[in-house]
T-cell receptor, first 115, second 109 residues
Framework: DTAVSQTPKYLVTQMGNDKSIKCEQN?????MYWYKQDSKKFLKIMFS???????INETVPNRFSPKSPDKAHLNLHINSLELGDSAVYFC??????????????FGPGTRLTVL | GQNIDQPTEMTATEGAIVQINCTYQ??????LFWYQQHAGEAPTFLSY??LDGLEEKGRFSSFLSRSKGYSYLLLKELQMKDSASYLC??????????WGAGTKLIIKP
């Protein structure tokens, strides 16, 4: 009965490769997010999707692209991987965006290591 | 700019009480969240404050003062399993969560 799931849990790859991380939520939520947590443990929002529309796009390199085939899925594609992309990537979801009490539920994270 | 400040690390003894402080400066305010994150795991929700005052939930309580831009998380009767990072996050006027770097809490027997 996993609420928010991500695959893979670990991803090790070479510089320059292209990779994808998948995320699915079975909570019926309208909004999904991608976060990057670096070695200093800061959680930085990368993208959020509300009803299949990109509504927040922070200053993230265009090598990163979110893709949402439906409301329950938000996948993250990364092209031309760089060493600095090594981090833990968390997917999250919430009931909706523009609502004050808006608890976010996180997936287990994907630890990406770029060699 | 937007800023969330928390101590980097704190140490406390099993059975004791610890208070983790958070100060914030954000563009607008739509509530403050506390999350717990064990090493290697995802953050999990602990509490939410949008009005001034204390919210109590079992061994954990969270306090908010909007005029001071200040919150604290109070953990009572500490247990070894409380060893984790505690993340403070503020929802700004765009309903975006701004996260602090987290406070690593170490519990000693």
């Amino acid at each position: 009965d996993t609420a928010v799931s991500q695959t893979p849990k670990y991803l090790v790859t070479q510089m320059g490769n292209d990779k994808s991380i998948k995320c699915e939520q079975n909570l019926g939520h309208d909004t999904m997010y991608w976060y990057k947590q670096d070695s200093k443990k800061f959680l930085k929002i990368m993208f959020s999707y509300n009803n299949k529309e990109l509504i927040i796009n922070e200053t993230v390199p265009n090598r990163f692209s979110p893709k949402s085939p439906d409301k329950a899925h938000l996948n993250l594609h990364i092209n031309s991987l760089e060493l600095g992309d090594s981090a833990v990537y968390f997917c999250a979801s919430s009931q909706t965006l523009a609502e004050i009490y808006n608890e976010q539920f996180f997936g287990p994270g994907t630890r990406l290591t770029v060699l | 700019g937007q800023n969330i400040d928390q101590p980097t690390e704190m140490t406390a003894t099993e059975g004791a009480i610890v208070q983790i402080n958070c100060t914030y400066q954000t563009s607008g305010f739509n509530g403050l969240f506390w999350y717990q994150q064990h090493a290697g795991e995802a953050p999990t929700f602990l509490s939410y404050n949008v009005l001034d005052g204390l919210e109590e939930k079992g061994r954990f309580s969270s306090f908010l003062s909007r005029s001071k831009g200040y919150s604290y998380l109070l953990l009572k009767e500490l247990q070894m399993k409380d060893s984790a990072s505690y993340l403070c996050a503020v929802m700004d006027s765009n309903y975006q969560l701004i996260w602090g770097a987290g406070t690593k809490l170490i519990i000693k027997p």
